[in-house]
C-alpha cells in the first residue's frame, strides 16, 4: 500500500501559498518540502485550499492597511 502521510492545513495553506506567489512551481515546491509533485500540484489545484489562501491574503491585506492607517494617525497626533 502507499505511503498514506497526513499533512497539517497550515502545512498545505503555507506550500500553496508559496505557489500563489509565482516564485515556485510544482517541481520546485515538491522538492523544497520533500514532496511528491503531484500532491503539491493537488493541494494548488484544490478549490478549498484556494479560497482559504485567498481568505488569508485578504485578511493580511486588511491588516496591513489598518496598521497603516493607525501608524500615519500616531504621526500626526505627535
Not at 505511503?3 to 517541481?27: A, E, M, P, T
Not at 493607525?70 to 504621526?75: E, V
Request: hydrophobic fraction near 35%.
Amino acid at each position: 500500500m502507499g505511503n498514506n502521510q497526513k499533512y497539517s492545513i497550515d502545512f498545505k495553506l503555507l506550500v500553496v501559498g508559496k505557489y500563489r506567489q509565482g516564485s515556485c512551481g510544482y517541481k520546485k515546491l515538491a522538492r523544497k518540502f520533500n514532496l511528491d509533485r503531484d500532491t503539491v500540484r493537488a493541494w494548488c489545484l484544490s478549490p478549498k485550499l484556494q479560497s482559504a489562501t485567498q481568505m488569508g491574503e485578504k485578511k493580511l491585506g486588511i491588516l496591513v492597511k489598518i496598521a497603516f492607517e493607525n501608524k500615519s494617525i500616531t504621526a500626526f497626533q505627535t
